[in-house]
């Protein structure tokens, strides 16, 4: 029963992620973007999209703040190859490191399918082309890299004031990368909805394993 509970929010995350994907891909689908590229849900994209129009500079902050995420992970990973070159032993590196790794795989993995799988193409053209633009990437990795950092965090910072410090900016660039690429114009509403949906469910996921094998 325990278990029952543990993964019923993992998977109504990961539902609601895929449903509205599906939503995205098929409801109202129209050709609102450029060289008349087709959206879903084009009525409010199209609103949204007129409503706050491009900015360049906040598209450049987000770009600040996916390195900053980046940066996140390399610590982590890097943290792990301490362990191992200290222990010289793979057994003997902390199992959450491993559990975060694989994640970090998923993550990649999800990246590329949406990649290749393109659902919609950004409001805006990039180099003069049509780019992959559902879900947002920076929104969705941000979400989860900075997301999952917290409760390592905890963990790895004993300096009570550090750690509030890594806490708190894990949460502002979090915050700071969906809203910004949100009112860049680079992306459809939806697109940035999606990655934070898709990212939601990877932290849901990352939690319930860490629990289990962390």
Not at 14 to 19: L, P
Not at 72 to 97: E, M, N, P, W, Y
Not at 122 to 139: K, Q
Request: net charge positive; hydrophobic share 55%; charged share 15%.
């Amino acid at each position: 029963m325990k278990k029952k509970q543990s993964l019923a929010a993992p998977l109504l995350w990961t539902a609601a992620a895929c449903i509205f994907t599906l939503l995205v891909r098929f409801v109202d689908v129209k050709a609102i973007g450029p060289l008349d590229s087709k959206v879903g849900f084009a009525k409010i994209n199209k609103a949204f999209a007129k409503l706050i129009g491009v900015h360049r500079y906040f598209y450049l902050l987000t770009e600040i703040l996916g390195i900053l995420a980046i940066l996140t992970a390399v610590f982590f990973a890097v943290t792990g190859l301490v362990q191992l070159i200290k222990r010289k032993s793979f057994q003997k590196v902390d199992r959450r490191l491993y559990v975060l790794g694989a994640f970090y795989v998923i993550l990649l993995l999800i990246y590329v399918f949406f990649e290749k799988v393109v659902i919609n193409y950004r409001p805006v053209l990039e180099n003069g082309a049509l780019a992959a633009s559902y879900p947002s990437s920076h929104s969705m990795i941000a979400v989860f890299l900075f997301g999952a950092a917290i409760p390592l965090w905890r963990y790895y910072l004993k300096n009570e004031t550090l750690l509030q410090v890594a806490v708190i900016m894990c949460a502002v660039f979090l915050v700071l990368t969906v809203i910004g690429r949100l009112i860049s114009g680079y992306h459809w509403l939806t697109d940035i909805a999606g990655g934070v949906l898709i990212a939601a469910a990877l932290l849901f996921w990352h939690e319930f394993a860490q629990k289990k094998w962390g």
